[in-house]
T-cell receptor, first 112, second 114 residues
């Protein structure tokens, strides 16, 4: 299964930007990079995904390196509600279809 | 609210028993995925169904089985339960079973095997 590497934990203050890094050095050319987050006592929640170019949506931005071996999820202004486990996932193709292979993720703590 | 519903929310049973977990996908979604989340293994993909057909299997035990019905709801059957099967079981749905599509997760069913 495709593997990503993320820091175990990160901390931020409320209202400040947060940059969550992810390494995916073995990613293949057709694999998407997905980010999901899991708030306490809830199911995972989609955040954003991309293939090659940077992506923005109402929740976050995704910056993908030119060689696609790494990416950064950017929360522009962290709120207390953003405290969660963030998962960076390579969405593999072929017979795997849309299955998501979750790693350990990054635990984000947001301080008031 | 993701639009995916799972029942029951909690389930407590004994070793050796059999249980059925139910999932209703979002309206219009043809794909259903099942995941297991335990403390030691994290979130693991179990199985994927698309419009009633099995599409992919992950680390699903032979004691576990699933199906997707014509109305697109899905059931995950767990039999000969062991203590180690205690976990959160999530169902997710998406429009199509293809790369890049967002998956919407339900609130999960917490299974406790005593």
């Amino acid at each position: 299964d495709a593997k990503t590497t993320q820091p175990n934990s990160m901390e931020s203050n409320e209202e400040e930007p947060v940059h969550l890094p992810c390494n995916h050095s073995t990613i293949s050319g057709t694999d998407y990079i997905h980010w999901y987050r899991q708030l306490p006592s809830q199911g995972p929640e989609y955040v954003i995904h991309g293939l090659t170019s940077n992506v923005n949506n109402r929740m976050a931005s995704l910056a993908i390196a030119e060689d696609r071996k790494s990416s950064t999820l950017i929360l522009h202004r962290a709120t207390l509600r953003d405290a969660a486990v963030y998962y960076c996932i390579e969405n593999a193709g072929g017979t795997s279809y849309g299955k998501l292979t979750f790693g350990q993720g990054t635990i984000l703590t947001v301080h008031p | 609210d993701s639009g995916v519903t799972q029942t029951p929310k909690h389930l407590i049973t004994a070793t050796g028993q059999r249980v059925t977990l139910r999932c209703s996908p979002r309206s219009g979604d043809l794909s259903v995925y099942w995941y297991q989340q335990s403390l030691d293994q994290g979130l693991q993909f179990l199985i994927h169904y698309y419009n009633g057909e099995e599409r992919a299997k992950g680390n699903i035990l032979e004691r576990f089985s699933a199906q997707q019905f014509p109305d697109l709801h899905s059931e995950l059957n767990l039999s000969s339960l062991e203590l180690g099967d205690s976990a959160l079981y999530f169902c997710a749905s998406s429009v199509e079973g293809v790369i890049g599509n967002e998956q919407f997760f339900g609130p999960g069913t917490r299974l406790t095997v005593l």
